[in-house]
């Protein structure tokens, strides 16, 4: 069992006994409320795609598929492609892997889960680093960290970055919750 | 689809009086104004008491503690602010031959992504039974806010009657109305600068008083020009009367905040503190709407209010001087942004939509 805040992209759960990949998981929160995430699924055995919102300490089942090291390679059409160390290639759809392309680079390593041999998800770095190419300039003398403001990265991917970020300098985030973590020099 | 007859509400009182006044709101207007039985399972119902003395029979109470026995769901299961559900309730949603539609009522915010959470329904993981969150809000694509139906009606009525006023006021041991006082409704957190407050209200041009609720410790004082009014709390109904009768209101959390805004009078913010400053980010987001109501030449200053009354920023001296000036501006603005909110479906209006639209929740006697 993992709790929803653990799931990541490319994971199996299994909902009403049906068995979900996940394509997309957002994590939110905010004062009072309850941390969710937000899921997209795509129902393994029928295709069909769905949403959920869960409290981040919702108990899931989880299904442990095969998978394996590769990193992406390059887009081909509608499809992606990624290469183990084998060079064997691995093609997988927009729809697959929404959840990673505003991360996605070339040489990015990454996981491909399989079911019934089949390619179905990738699950990116629990940290990568990015380099910011916009963002409103800095304000002087705020180091709290405390006012945060958005921060382009090269996918056009914004992500909430601590006032005191400028443009050229390298982020490390966290693609569990999409956060900021620290700076890197 | 589930034909909508009756409504059970779960509510667990962290502190203060917010969760269980926005649950005995709630419950009531499903009551009264849906005409659908309610039951409000409560685990302090002294809390309510203390804001509710004498809650009418239009809603069942329900004391939840260790012994509580649960044989059968209601239609719409409502679980405020994820309080959690006992087993055997969940136990009784699973037993029905059709499905309750279980809500798990969130707490307001502004911020997007609440809108992207919001009424999505999602088959809960564990009991397969479905199970959806619902965001109060400021705008039309949220699960809007809890307004009575004759709400703006009372309060337009209230406000342009200064005999009503005086009366309610007597009643309420305040002084009567008089153009030449500012008078402040005063609720807030201990964290709030209070004491730098006051200190610069005793020293304006003008006379003010201040209403200010309190648990213990009645009595009237006096500081310069400053007049503090410490008065018994006030039952949920009577502080609408006392927002309404206010020149301004100093509110907090999230039940008087929301009255305030429907109020049409200038207030100021005290919000529930979180880790990590989230609190801020989210009464940011609020900003962002509430700006649009007011001219940028008193929006500056209204906003900083805001942020210093939290504690962020340096107080300096003669700061409120700018807000009291600017007061009757600041009242086109409120009223701007109680006519917005008020222009919108209420959550209850807005939940039953929502059910409807999904096929999910119909109320038997529209049928």
Known sequence: MKVAQELRTGNVVVVDKAPLVIQKADYNKSGRNAAVMKFKFRNLLTGTNS???????????????????????????????????????????????????????????????????????????????????????????????????????????????????????????????DEYVSRVK | MNFLRSVDLFCRVIDNFGDVGVCWRLARQLAVEENLQVRLYLDDLASLYRIVPEPDQSVQLVKWGDDLVYTESADLVIEAFACDLPDQVIEAMKERDRPPVW??????????????????????????????????????????????????LRRDSFQSDVLAQNKWRKAHNLPEFDENFIDLSFFSYKTAPIEVFF??????????????????????????????????????????????????????????????????????????????????????????????????????????????????????????????????VLTQGARLWADGICSQDALVTKLLEWGKNNNILIKKDKL
């Open chain 1, 51 to 177: 949403e959920g919102v869960y409290k981040t300490d919702e108990k899931f089942e989880d299904i442990v598929l095969e998978t394996k090291e590769v990193s992406y390679s390059y887009e081909s059409g509608d499809m992606y492609v990624f290469m183990d160390e084998e060079y064997n290639q691995y093609e997988l759809s927009k729809e697959d892997i929404e959840g990673v392309l505003k991360y996605l680079e070339e040489q990015m390593p990454c996981e491909v889960t399989f079911y019934e041999g089949k390619p179905i998800s990738v699950t990116p770095p629990v940290k990568v680093v990015r380099e910011v190419i916009y963002t409103e300039p800095a304000v002087r003398g705020d180091t709290s960290g405390k006012i945060m403001k958005p921060a382009r990265l090269p996918s056009g991917y914004e992500v909430q970055v601590p006032a005191f970020v400028e443009i050229g300098e390298k982020i490390e985030i966290d693609t569990r919750t």
């Open chain 2, 103 to 152: 809500i798990d009522l969130e707490y307001l915010t502004a911020e997007d992504w609440a809108l992207s959470c919001h009424a999505i329904p999602s088959v809960h993981p564990s009991t397969g039974l479905q199970k959806t969150l619902f965001f109060p809000g400021f705008v039309e694509k949220s699960g809007g806010l809890l307004r009575e139906n004759d709400l703006v």
């Open chain 2, 199 to 328: 200190n610069e209200l005793s020293e304006y041009s003008r006379d003010i008083r201040v209403f200010y609720p309190v648990l213990d410790g009645f009595g009237v004082e006096k500081r310069g020009q400053l007049t503090i009014y410490r008065v018994p709390f006030f039952s949920q109904s009577d502080y609408d009367y006392l927002l309404w009768t206010c020149d301004a209101n100093f509110v907090r959390g999230e039940d008087s905040f929301v009255r305030a805004g429907f109020a049409a009078k200038p207030m100021i913010w005290n919000i529930y503190v979180q880790e990590n400053d989230a609190h801020l980010v989210k009464m940011r987001a609020f900003l962002d709407l509430y700006r649009a109501a007011f001219l940028p030449k008193v929006w500056e200053g209204l906003a900083e209010s805001f942020y210093l009354w939290n504690l962020e920023g340096e107080i300096k001296k003669g700061f409120w001087k700018s807000f009291l000036d600017n007061l009757p």
